[in-house]
């Protein structure tokens, strides 16, 4: 089916080893086969989002009804991206071997099914066993999500090589409409119907994709490498932007099993309303990550910029989120949004330069080009988030039980200074170096 779309992309139509043109040649228009992918890719981003926001709302108090501590919440959420980190470093080192299409649709419906299944968990009975049947249905999910997303990345970065910042930004909007719609429309649904509704309705819309995708998704081959994840782990620039990635997903996984929390125990907000708090981070942030993208391919050397301002404005308005008590500024509701607003911006300025900065050291570094390598930095990508996104909620439903939000918060944000002073320390002894190095061989011309 993939072959068949990718058909109808001549005379633009790239080789038949699925390499895209080169950069000289490639054209301004989007082929056949470039619109195809850039549309199962924003269906991914969407559906899973919107399948992972809407527990924000009402999940957390659904399962302290059920026994569960705010730990234990906070554990639920983690044990997400536990299983993702896991499965992604997995599943990118056999990407050209299970194949990009087949990984990014059986993922899919994989995750449309448990969706529903976790609907279903209102009827365990409470207690252990709903706290492990949580556990359980997460952890497939997370599986699924990896597979898919994994997938995602790489096709993109394959069928879009020269732009691939632009593109990952503007499919952002997509994550920030999951992300939108998410809240709000699971605590409606939640509202009006009870437990069950909001996960049955979206897992249905994830499982009618997957058919839609098998058709339009074309079909990437590629010879695998030798290359290993270690190899391009260890390179000491990938080193720190893994760092980056894992402090900006704990940053924002913290506030999974804690904001719905605190906003309603402090602003007395009923759970519909709640879910309409979390649109100042999520328009902010998929609104602002075309323009960074865009920013990102055409000028790539304000990319370190970007990440280290991101990450001290992310750090600054976690400090100012709860606000930290040693403010002494009582906590409201529109300075509440207008963080998150600020907060959607600055997470943008860090997580978009990421992937093509990964992938241009990768190329200094002597790997070679081609879907493998992609596979191993898309893998890396996302197993980074998923750490992060584990750490947070956990540490984070730990800290918010024994310190309070306000406080949580603030030492969260600790995670943003240390990755924007760290990276921002190396770029300026990584350009430090260059010019001892270049003033070298002046000097031994001159000689």
């Known amino acids: 089916m993939g072959s068949r779309a990718a058909d109808g992309a001549a005379p633009e139509r790239p080789p038949e080893d699925g390499t895209p043109e080169a950069p000289g040649e490639e054209s301004r228009r ?50 997400f991206a536990l ?56 952890a497939m999910d997370a599986i699924s999500f990896a597979a898919a997303m994994t997938a995602s990345f790489s ?8 732009n691939i910042a632009t593109v990952l930004g503007s499919l952002e ?13 699971g605590g409606f649904l939640y509202q009006s119907f009870g437990y069950e509704i909001p996960f049955v309705t979206l897992g249905c819309v994830v499982l009618v994709l997957v058919p839609v995708n098998m058709c339009l998704l074309p079909k990437y081959d590629s010879i695998p490498s030798k290359e290993s994840f270690w190899k391009l782990f260890l390179l000491p620039k990938v080193l720190f932007l893994c760092f980056t990635i ?33 649109l100042g981070l999520a328009l902010s942030y998929s609104l602002s990550s075309p323009l960074l993208g865009l920013l990102s391919d055409k000028m790539p050397r304000i990319r370190k910029w970007l990440l280290v301002s991101g990450g ?21 509701l529109w300075m509440f949004v207008l963080v998150l607003v600020l907060l959607g911006f600055s997470l943008g300025m860090s997580a978009i ?24 930095v898309s893998g890396l990508f996302n197993a980074m988030w998923s750490l992060g996104a584990f750490i947070g909620p956990t540490l984070g439903g730990f800290l918010n039980e ?46």
């Not at 990118?92 to 299409?101: P, Q, R």
């Open 155 to 162: 096709i993109l970065a394959k069928a879009f090589p020269n």
């Open 402 to 447: 024994k310190l309070g939000f306000e406080w949580a918060s603030a030492i969260q944000g600790g995670w943003a200074v240390l990755s924007g002073l760290a990276t921002g320390i190396y770029y300026i002894a990584e350009a430090t170096r260059k010019r001892y190095v270049e003033l070298f061989f002046v000097l031994l011309k001159a000689i």
């Open 353 to 376: 330069p990421v992937f093509p900065e990964i992938l241009q050291c990768a190329y200094e570094n002597g790997f070679e080009e081609g879907l493998s390598l992609l596979g191993l």
């Open 312 to 332: 001290l404005i992310t750090a600054l308005c976690f400090f100012l989120l709860g606000p930290a008590p040693v403010l002494h500024i009582e906590s409201q």
């Open 83 to 138: 299983f993702n980190f896991l499965s992604s470093l997995i599943l990118g080192n056999y990407l050209t071997k299970i194949g990009a299409k087949f990984m990014f649709v059986s993922g899919m419906f994989v995750s449309g099914c448990v969706t529903i299944l976790f609907g279903m968990l209102d009827k365990v009975p409470s207690g252990p066993m709903f706290i492990g049947f949580c556990f359980l249905v997460r």
């Open 173 to 185: 909007i997509f994550t920030g409409l999951g992300l939108v719609l998410g809240p709000p429309l």
């Open 246 to 278: 894992f402090s900006l997903s704990a940053c924002l996984g913290f506030l999974d099993p804690t904001m719905s929390l605190f906003i309603l125990k402090k602003f007395k907000l009923p759970a519909g309303y709640v879910g309409l708090v979390f």
């Open 30 to 79: 989007l082929t056949r086969q470039q619109l195809f992918t850039m549309v199962a890719a924003a269906s991914i981003n969407f559906s899973s989002m919107i399948c992972y926001s809407i527990l924000g709302p009402f999940f957390p108090g659904e399962a302290e009804k059920k026994g569960a501590s705010n730990t234990v919440v906070g554990l639920i959420f983690g044990c």
